[in-house]
């Protein structure tokens, strides 16, 4: 087996990408064509480019565009060390738990025709079983969930990571209530009874039109109903981990879920233009195992992941929650004896955030003649004609 270097993903895709569209391509979604395309053509001229002129000397830099896809490894790492970078200036500094909600795996069938109603649902189901805690105990905390469709062995199976303060504000706005103690019991049983409740309401509104004929048995009352009596008597697994002391940790645990594709670039181990190896660690065995897959199957394996266009993978609730952020984190900031107008400022002086980890790494100015010591100027911008980005 090769072993290659640098952006293997790319590579793979490069190399397989046509035929596979040529195989499949009634099965492949538009989503998936746009972010692969855009993946394809990342740091490229085609995807665009900005162009810069030095004032004194007349030398020109092209700075070429990137795709920002949660598909691409490059990017998504780059988005991910972004989206921490921000978001640890607007998270309250205080304990978090990390949770983790998992359907039975006899629902990954409707996850894999449905996609966005059911992701919906699940994210739904979720909240409702954290309100109903937070309510019990009489606050409003801070939540941040995050969908995950795959395993380790990149098997489909979806489930939210959430985050939630360990307390919260009080109805008032005026005090923090701590909540030290999360009973598994609870969080299993409303989650289970919220989320058969809820997937029930999907299979009413089914258009069995839409399903191919051979999985329409899914959708029978027999069956559904089989998969229920089932599952009422199982307990359903919910993670609950250990507090999380900061939120600069905090950030940066979960941020781990929000914008990488299904796989990283240091688990492809190998690569012989045919087949792609890589690697996980054994949930039941805890070590660390090595797969090989033909490329097309290694291809299909990783495209499903890619939910549909303008699908919001990061989702926040309480007092984190879009509706109301700018009224109530100003508040959990003064209650906790935060600054959150230096939080807010120092956001707003970020900046260009490519520029600034260039500088980081290699100590000079990308923007700066290397020869006068002079900014560059910007004299024309050339735009990708494709779409916009639609992935996360």
């Keep these: 087996m090769q072993l290659i270097r ?3 993903l790319k590579q793979i895709f490069l190399d397989h990408w046509e035929l596979f569209v040529k195989k499949h391509k009634k099965q492949i979604r538009s989503a998936i064509h746009k972010n692969v395309e855009k993946m394809l053509i990342c740091g490229t001229e085609e995807a665009g480019f900005h162009l810069y002129q030095c004032p004194d000397c007349g030398v020109e830099k092209k700075v070429p565009h990137i795709c920002k896809s949660r598909f691409c490894s490059s990017c998504g790492v780059a988005q991910t060390e972004k989206w921490i970078e921000q978001y640890t200036t607007l998270f309250a500094n205080t304990i978090y738990r990390h949770m983790i909600f998992h359907p039975p795996s006899e629902f990954r069938p409707f996850f894999g025709l449905g996609k966005t109603p059911y992701y919906n649902m699940l994210y739904t189901t979720v909240n409702q079983t954290l309100k109903d805690w937070c309510q019990r105990k009489g606050f409003i905390p801070g939540i941040m969930s995050v969908m995950h469709t795959f395993g380790r062995d990149e098997k489909f199976t979806p489930h939210i990571h959430a985050l939630m303060t360990s307390g919260g504000i009080d109805a008032t706005h005026s005090k923090w209530v701590p909540s030290e103690y999360l009973p598994y019991p609870f ?7 919220h989320f058969l409740e809820n997937i029930q309401k999907l299979w009413t509104n089914q258009q069995l039109d839409k399903i191919p004929e051979k999985l329409r048995f899914l959708f029978s009352a027999e069956y559904q109903q089989k998969i229920i009596q089932k599952l009422l008597t199982i307990t359903w697994y919910v993670y609950i981990g250990e507090k999380l002391s900061n939120a600069r940790f905090t ?8 914008k990488r594709p299904a ?3 240091s688990r492809i181990t190998g690569y012989d233009g045919c087949s792609v190896t890589f690697n996980f660690v054994d949930h039941k ?3 660390l195992t090595f797969h090989n897959l033909p490329a097309e199957e290694f291809i299909g394996k990783l495209i499903r992941h890619i939910p549909s266009e303008n699908f919001r ?3 926040y609730g309480g007092f984190y929650a879009n509706r109301v952020r700018g009224e109530l984190l100003p508040k959990v900031f003064a209650i906790l004896n935060q600054d959150y107008r230096k939080a807010k400022q120092k956001l707003a002086n970020l900046g260009s955030w490519w520029r600034q980890k260039i500088q980081q790494f290699t100590k000079l100015d990308p923007l700066v003649c290397s020869v006068c010591l002079v900014p560059l100027r910007l004299i024309s911008v050339v735009y990708n004609t494709n779409a916009k980005d639609t992935y996360g």
């Excluded at 969080?187 to 009874?193: L, M, P, V, W």
């Excluded at 950030?251 to 929000?258: A, D, E, L, Q, S």
């Design 251 to 258: 950030v940066r645990y979960i941020g781990r879920y929000t």
């Design 6 to 8: 640098g952006k293997k």
């Design 285 to 287: 065995t805890d070590k």
């Design 313 to 315: 993978i990061i989702r």
């Design 187 to 193: 969080f299993k049983k409303h989650f289970k009874d």
């Design 263 to 265: 796989i990283a670039e």
